[in-house]
């Protein structure tokens, strides 16, 4: 295991149109989280799952934002009708249960045009 | 919630050189501050972290020190080299799981 995968690494999509974005934590860790990164600025926690159960989401996260951890392993973010504000830099992050040693992926860059 | 300030944001420093970064805390419940350093195309690299039973902590050339008090801790880095040269983020844990991160520093080292 050689972290925390993100698939796709960049994402260019029309406004309107729905993406759909996938982690793969690090296989041990139970919590998985998203969040959002915009140029020039730290990220910001978007949501948070304890194996399968989400169990945070943040005020950021609208109803066009969906996510997923159907079997407590990987997770997929969703974005419905893709606005240009949702540019950013997805990142995801994994850690074990007691939740220090947050380990980030590389993230999935998406550019709504 | 909780909320994080980091300083400064660009730090340009000589090679041999030591960087320090600050960062401010607001909730006095947060118990765990890691460090990352960012570089394009490698994503957040956990590079330092500390709890808040702890006061200091070092590895090789980084240290950061955590004054609960007066809820601020910082990074150290000392005889910087050129790799280096990076943006880095400070972050807190309050109460739940998720992170609050600072507005980041870019570091650059000259050689």
């Known amino acids: 295991d050689t972290g925390v995968s993100q698939d796709p690494r960049h994402k260019i999509t029309k406004r309107g149109q729905n993406v759909t974005f996938r982690c793969d934590p690090i296989s041990e860790h139970n919590r998985l989280y998203w969040y959002r990164q915009t140029l020039g600025q730290g990220p910001e926690f978007l949501t948070y799952?304890?194996?399968?159960?989400?169990?945070?989401k943040s005020r950021l996260l609208s109803d066009r934002f969906s996510a997923e951890r159907p079997k407590g392993s990987f997770s997929t973010l969703e974005i419905q009708r893709t606005e240009q504000g949702d540019s950013a830099m997805y990142l995801c992050a994994s850690s074990p249960d007691r939740g220090f040693g947050y380990t980030f992926g590389s993230g999935t860059r998406l550019t709504v045009v | 919630g909780e909320n994080v300030e980091q300083h400064p944001s660009t730090l340009s420093v000589q090679e041999g050189d030591s960087a320090v970064i600050k960062c401010t805390y607001s909730d006095s419940a947060s118990n765990y501050f890691p460090w990352y350093k960012q570089e394009l195309g490698k994503g957040s690299q956990l590079i330092i972290d500390i709890r808040s039973n702890v006061g200091e902590k070092k590895d090789q050339r980084i240290a950061v020190t955590l004054n609960k008090t007066a809820k601020h801790f910082s990074l150290h880095i000392t005889e910087t080299q050129p790799e280096d040269s990076a943006v880095y983020f400070c972050a807190a844990r309050a109460a739940g799981n998720k992170l609050t991160f600072g507005g980041g520093t870019r570091v650059l080292v000259k050689p």
């Open positions: 799952f304890q194996n399968e159960a989400q169990l945070e």
